[in-house]
């Protein structure tokens, strides 16, 4: 199956609701583990990749906590999911470009390669603004608009 891990899953809220605090403070991580619903030990390690990545600064102390060190529009989801995961890649054969001598005639490879392109793409065009907007539109009860679908996959029985 594929599928993001918990670990990109965990760091999109944190970021999400670094995002969607509007105080100028910083969130303290017990603030951070109840808003995100993520354990305290998990909370450390994420946000340990995502200050090592340029994306969340901490501070100590009692004052201290985590913000995150860029404007919301600056950071794409691929930044975020690259930051915890490491490269995103749809099979190995992409990583390493030529290593395969099926490359140039595997129709496969010529596949995954498009829907990577497509994939990188989309995830560098979601935005963490975008998802603060839509956050709060559905905080509010407020629909949102119908080109911004989401895929919900059934279980087959």
């Not at 100590?60 to 975020?80: H, R, T, Y």
């Not at 490491?86 to 190995?92: A, E, F, R």
């Not at 009860?141 to 119908?146: F, K, N, Q, T």
């Amino acid at each position: 199956m594929l599928q993001i891990s918990r670990r990109a899953d965990y760091a999109v809220r944190i970021m999400l609701e670094l995002g969607l605090h509007e105080s100028d403070e910083p969130l303290s991580a017990v603030e951070l583990t109840a808003y995100a619903e993520v354990s305290k030990a998990f909370l450390h390690k994420i946000v340990g990749d995502l200050v090592k990545a340029g994306l969340v600064v901490t501070y100590k102390g009692p004052a201290g906590g985590i913000v995150l060190a860029q404007p919301p529009a600056e950071i794409s989801m691929l930044d975020v999911l690259a930051a915890v995961d490491g490269p995103v890649c749809l099979n190995t054969c992409l990583l390493r470009p030529n290593e395969c001598p099926r490359d140039a005639l595997c129709p496969a490879h010529l596949f995954w390669g498009r829907l990577q392109s497509i994939v990188m793409g989309e995830l560098a065009k979601a935005t963490l603004d975008k998802l603060i907007t839509q956050a709060r539109a559905l905080k509010e009860g407020r629909e949102w608009p119908a080109n911004n679908v989401s895929y919900v996959l059934e279980k087959s029985r």
